[in-house]
C-alpha cells in the first residue's frame, strides 16, 4: 500500500450525523435486488438501510466498518449485515483511480426474510442466520468459496431460476455454523434517531401519499424545512436516487400493479398514476422495466394464467 492510498484510507471520515439511510428499490418482478458498484461510486459511504445486504469484495483490500467492528478485508470478503446495521467498504487505492465492479451484492426486505424463516420447516438454519445478520456475519472457507461463485451466478439469470439461485445461496450460507462468524458487538436499534433520518421518512411518507399528481421540487423541500437546492443534494446523498427518478419509480410500481390486476386502459393508467402523457409514461415505464407497459401487461398475464389452463377455460 503506498503512503498516499494509506492516508487517504485511515482519514475517511465518518459523517457527523451517523449514517446516511439509503433508498433500495426493487424491481416490478422483483422479490430481490441484484447489483453491481463500481468504486469509487456515491453508495459507497457509511450508510444503512432497513433490508438485509449480502456484500462480495471482488477486488482490492481495505478497511470495513460493520456497526461498531472496524477490521481488515481482502478480495473475496463475504459479509451478511442486518436490517439498519450501519457498514461501509474503504479500499486502499491511488487517488484518481477507480476499480470496475468492485461490489456485487443482493439485497432484500425483512418481509422476505421473514418467508423463509416461518414459512417452511426446511429453512431452521437459514432463521439463525438472518438472527445473527443483525451483527454483522463474515463468511470464511468452503462456504464463502461457494457463496461468492453463486451470489455472482444469480445476475446471469432471470426469473423463477434467479429465484431458486438465491434461496440455494441462502441455504448454502447457513449450513455451517463453523464458517461464519459475528462482527459487530450490538444490533443497531430499530429506530433510526438522527436528524438527516428523521427528515428523509417525513418526505418518503410524503412522497408514498401524494406521487400520483405533481410535486414541485420545493413542495417536497418544505416537509423537510429546506431550500429546493439542498433538498435535491440531501435526498440524492441520503438515498443514492435523484428526486425525480425515485416519484417516477413509484408511479411506475404503481402502474405495474394496475397492469396486473385491472382491466384499465393503458392510458388511464398513465393518468392515474401521475403520469401527464404517455409517451413520458412510455419512456419512463421502459427505463425501469425493460418494456413497454401492453408488453408488461402480456407477460403477466401468461404467467397468471399459463397456456393449457387458457386451453382448458376456453
Known amino acids: 500500500m503506498s503512503m498516499s492510498a494509506s492516508r487517504a484510507l485511515m482519514l475517511e471520515p465518518t459523517p457527523p450525523n451517523g449514517p446516511a439511510l439509503e433508498?433500495?428499490?426493487c424491481g416490478p418482478r422483483e422479490s430481490f435486488r441484484w447489483a453491481t458498484h463500481d468504486y469509487p461510486h456515491h453508495l459507497a459511504k457509511w450508510h444503512c438501510h432497513p433490508e438485509y445486504e449480502l456484500h462480495l469484495i471482488r477486488e482490492s483490500s481495505g478497511r470495513m466498518m460493520i456497526g461498531d467492528h472496524v477490521g481488515p478485508f481482502e478480495a473475496g470478503s463475504l459479509i451478511l449485515t442486518g436490517p439498519?446495521?450501519?457498514?461501509?467498504?474503504?479500499s486502499a487505492i491511488e487517488p484518481g483511480t477507480s476499480l470496475r465492479e468492485r461490489d456485487v451484492l443482493v439485497q432484500f426486505s425483512s418481509e422476505i426474510a421473514d418467508r423463509l424463516s416461518h414459512a417452511?420447516?426446511?429453512f431452521a438454519e437459514v432463521a439463525a442466520l438472518l438472527q445473527e445478520a443483525a451483527f454483522g456475519v463474515e463468511f470464511i472457507g468452503e462456504t464463502a468459496e461457494r457463496g461468492r461463485k453463486k451470489l455472482c451466478d444469480i445476475g446471469e439469470l432471470e426469473g423463477p431460476h434467479r429465484l431458486l439461485a438465491f434461496l440455494s445461496l441462502m441455504a448454502d450460507l447457513a449450513t455451517c455454523r463453523a464458517e461464519r462468524r459475528t462482527l459487530s458487538r450490538c444490533a443497531?436499534?430499530?429506530?433510526?434517531?438522527?436528524?438527516?433520518?428523521?427528515?428523509?421518512?417525513?418526505?418518503?411518507?410524503f412522497l408514498g401519499a401524494h406521487f400520483r399528481r405533481d410535486i414541485a421540487l420545493q413542495e417536497a423541500a418544505d416537509v423537510c424545512n429546506m431550500e429546493a437546492t439542498a433538498f435535491s443534494r440531501f435526498f440524492k446523498h441520503q438515498t443514492g436516487h435523484n428526486f425525480s427518478a425515485y416519484v417516477?419509480?413509484?408511479?411506475?410500481?404503481?402502474a405495474?400493479?394496475?397492469?396486473?390486476?385491472?382491466d384499465k386502459s393503458i392510458t388511464d393508467i398513465c393518468f392515474e398514476t401521475?403520469?401527464?402523457n404517455t409517451a413520458n409514461f412510455n419512456r419512463r415505464f421502459f427505463m425501469v422495466c425493460g418494456e413497454t407497459p401492453s408488453g408488461y401487461r402480456a407477460t403477466t398475464r401468461r404467467i397468471q394464467c399459463p397456456?393449457?389452463?387458457?386451453?382448458?377455460t376456453a
Open 23 to 25: 433508498v433500495i428499490l
Open 84 to 90: 439498519n446495521l450501519p457498514h461501509n467498504w474503504v
Open 120 to 122: 417452511f420447516a426446511e
Open 188 to 205: 443497531p436499534a430499530l429506530g433510526l434517531h438522527t436528524s438527516a433520518s428523521r427528515k428523509l421518512e417525513r418526505v418518503i411518507a
Open 248 to 254: 417516477n419509480h413509484l408511479r411506475v410500481q404503481a
Open 256 to 262: 405495474c400493479q394496475l397492469l396486473a390486476t385491472s
Open 274 to 276: 401521475g403520469f401527464n
Open 307 to 312: 397456456p393449457l389452463m387458457q386451453r382448458a
